[in-house]
Each structure stands twice: as structure tokens, then as C-alpha cells.
């Protein structure tokens, strides 16, 4: 969980200082964003030696019901972003 001290005050997508997480995933400042930054930076060094398939943002949305997935987007290969939830929903009828 990147915001345990937002949510136990109620806030689902935003810090304990009210900021949304979810939005600095592509440059997260490492002052502002010490979670997002970390998070980022430990993923990289795992995938210096290790090949990583798949990064999961599981969170809660203020207006999607049930389970449901947002993907990536890779213009090189836009199959490669549908496997996963393609495969997820043949195995599970919640999705």
C-alpha cells in the first residue's frame, strides 16, 4: 500500500499531506512523493537482475464497482498490455 497514512484518515487515492499518488508515477520528485519515488526506484534495481513480467497497481476507485483493470500503453506492442487482463478474465468471471 503506497498511502496506509492517507487511507486511515479516509483518503483513497491521496497521502496524509493530500497528495494523489496515483498521478507522479512517471516523475515522481523524491521529496514530494517519497512512496512513489521508492517504490519506482526498488522495481529498477529488482529488474537489474531479475526479468520482472508484470507490475500491479492494486487500489480502490471512487467510481469503478466490482474489480476491473487499467492498462498500460506500449505503441510498440499494444497485444503485450491485453494478455494480462485478457487471461485474468478468462480464469475469473468477476473481471
Known sequence: MMNPDGVIHGNYRCSLSGR?????WKKPDRNLYPEVYLAKKNIME??????????LDLHGHSRRKKMF?????DRMNPMK????P??????????
Do not use: H, P
Not at 20 to 24: A, E, K, S, T, V
Not at 69 to 73: D, V
Not at 86 to 95: A, E, Q, T
Open 86 to 95: 485478457y487471461l485474468l478474465s478468462k480464469f475469473n468471471s468477476n473481471f
Open 46 to 55: 529488482i529488474a537489474q537482475n531479475r526479468n520482472i513480467e508484470l507490475v
Open 20 to 24: 494523489d499518488l496515483n498521478r507522479r
Open 69 to 73: 483493470i487499467y492498462g498500460c500503453n
Open 81 to 84: 498490455c491485453r494478455e494480462f
